[in-house]
């Protein structure tokens, strides 16, 4: 084969080569066009131009402007009102209200440490006669309980008898020690039956009578209701040996848990009010008496102790009780706890322009009281916010957000 031959045939096939890629991109991209291509100033078509995109609006710029622009503000975004409607968007004014910090807590109803009354001995002896027989019976300060037969005691009633004639033919002896005598033996004599809690009533009887007393009767030391008994007829007791045990539950005391973020709302004095699970209509008010110095580490929470009268001793010791405190906060911008979006490193809330027109914003939030936040940065008193279906209005935005940057990307 001669050169020219193979010149020839290599020419071919390049000439097919070029003829196979035009017609498949001609199959892919359809038709051609019959409309002639634009020309350009200079009179030569013009060159296929690139999109260009609105870029960020720069610092300092005019936001007002910025908003009459669509699409140059991020945090603008408009529904339709009747999407809206359909989602259930519901809208609520921006408003300064006061505010009230209420904590709850249950407690568990207690004796008053204060108010009650430990009847024992300090000799031994044998109770005869039982006046107050029953746990749950009231007395009163100074009523007979019980009387007893102590050997001791009859005793020392006569050697105080015995003093006391002492004292009566020696204490004005010419002689200044025996009169000293007699009468230091006869104050002695009176001290034991006194630090005996012997009472002072029954230690005249026994001057002017001069007749010893086989027993001798024990008195109520303070008024209440009978908590916990040991006494007994014919019972042999010994020194140390509680035999009653009175507490006056006209005041009680509660002893509730609080939670440690809780404390600073909570003071000395601070007015509780007080209700039952079973009887709601009844309330009860007092103070906070004590606030404990030491936190439970497992609970984080703080023992306080509440006081109250407890008129007809309608809360009996063991009993539960709820409390409440109310703590004003004063008067805060403040909005429902549904309009906020909590995204975890910021919180979102949704301004309504009208008209559809929705925006974001990141705001600070205070306090929290019941069912209203209040709002520190972002928000102006007045302005619409979304107090309902947010998460919808939330998830179309990050939709619209996601489709149109995969029509971005088809560009």
Known sequence: MTRPTVVAGVALVVVIGFAAAFWVVTREQGPPSTELPKESSSGMPAMEQSVERPMPAPKGHD??????????????????????????????????????????????????????????????????????????????????????????????????????????????????????????????TRRRLQLWDIRKNHIQDLERTGTVLRTLPIHSPATGTVIRMEARTGTFVTPGTELYFIADLSRIWIQADIYEYELPYIKEGQSATVTLSYDPNTKLHGHVGFIYPTLDPKTRTVKVRFELDNPGEKLKPGMYANVELKNPLGTKLVVPRDAILETGERHLLFIHHGGGQLEWRSVKLGVKAGDWLEVTEGLKEGEHVVTGANFLIDSESQLKAAVGGMAGMKR
């Open 63 to 188: 936001e007002h402007a910025a908003q009459d622009m669509p699409g140059a503000d991020a945090n603008l975004m408009t529904i339709a009102p009747e999407r809206l409607q359909t989602i259930g968007v519901k809208f609520q004014e921006a408003t300064r209200r006061p505010l009230d910090k209420i904590i709850r807590t249950v407690g568990r109803v207690e004796i008053d440490e204060r108010l009650v009354g430990r009847v024992n001995l300090k000799f031994e002896g044998w109770i005869e006669e039982l006046r107050v027989s029953a746990i749950g019976d009231h007395v009163k300060k100074g009523q007979r309980l019980f009387t007893i037969y102590s050997p001791d005691l009859v005793a020392t009633q006569e050697e105080y008898l015995l003093s006391l004639q002492s004292y009566r033919e020696l204490g004005q002896s010419e002689f200044p020690e025996v009169a000293r005598g007699a009468k230091e033996l006869l104050d002695a």
